[in-house]
């Protein structure tokens, strides 16, 4: 079994590893709502997690670099 988690849809890293997770959560089909369970290693019986702030990527805006004047 892998130690590494790949992302399928969304935004985020392309892979997260258990350094990376912040909080683990298992879902609890009568409540119908995540709970958070005391665990920092992948395995089958989690069913999310949440990722560090860190490891959030930030959107980039195109040419944010350059600085735009015109001249009249």
Known sequence: MSDTAH???G???RACNADM???V???DCDGKA???IPTRHLSAAIDGFSIKDQYWQT???P???RTSRLDL
């Open 21 to 23: 997770m912040n909080v």
């Open 59 to 61: 959107a980039k805006i």
């Open 25 to 27: 959560f298992k879902y």
């Open 63 to 65: 040419h944010s670099e």
């Open 11 to 13: 935004i985020g890293p």
């Open 7 to 9: 992302r399928i849809h």
């Open 34 to 36: 995540f709970t958070e």
